[in-house]
């Protein structure tokens, strides 16, 4: 599977991005999705995971009540709704496939940029 996030860009603090990542190739919908985020000077980390049907959804305590994940099989993309954006949440974020949750993720898209100005 191919995955194209978009989404990024800079945002006042306080203010909100929808990312999307558009699947291609092998069947989205067998795959577990999730989002991770880099930012400058510090390692990958888990932000958010879906399942396969989109009934179960798992979040890193630093963005719990202020980031969704949501995915769409019939348009074969995945989403992270964020809110309430701060300064520490200014990352490069992927995209990434698992066959299953709490599985190795396997496929990774090349990224968007989020900027928070405070």
């Known amino acids: 599977v191919q995955l194209q996030a978009s989404g990024g860009g800079l945002v006042q603090a306080g203010g909100s991005l929808r990312l999307s990542c558009a699947a291609t190739?092998?069947?989205?919908?067998?795959?577990?999705m999730g989002w991770f985020r880099q930012a400058p000077g510090k390692e990958r980390e888990f932000v958010a995971s879906?399942?396969?049907?989109?009934?179960?959804?798992y979040y890193a305590d630093s963005v719990k009540g202020r980031i969704a994940i949501s995915r769409d099989n019939a348009k074969n993309t995945v989403y992270l709704q964020m809110n309430s954006l701060n300064a520490e949440d200014t990352a490069v974020y992927y995209c990434?496939?698992?066959?299953?949750?709490?599985?190795?993720?396997?496929?990774w898209g090349q990224g968007t940029q989020v900027t928070v100005s405070s």
């Open positions: 879906i399942n396969r049907s989109g009934s179960g959804t």
């Open positions: 990434a496939a698992a066959n299953r949750i709490g599985g190795t993720y396997r496929y």
């Open positions: 190739g092998q069947t989205f919908s067998t795959y577990a």
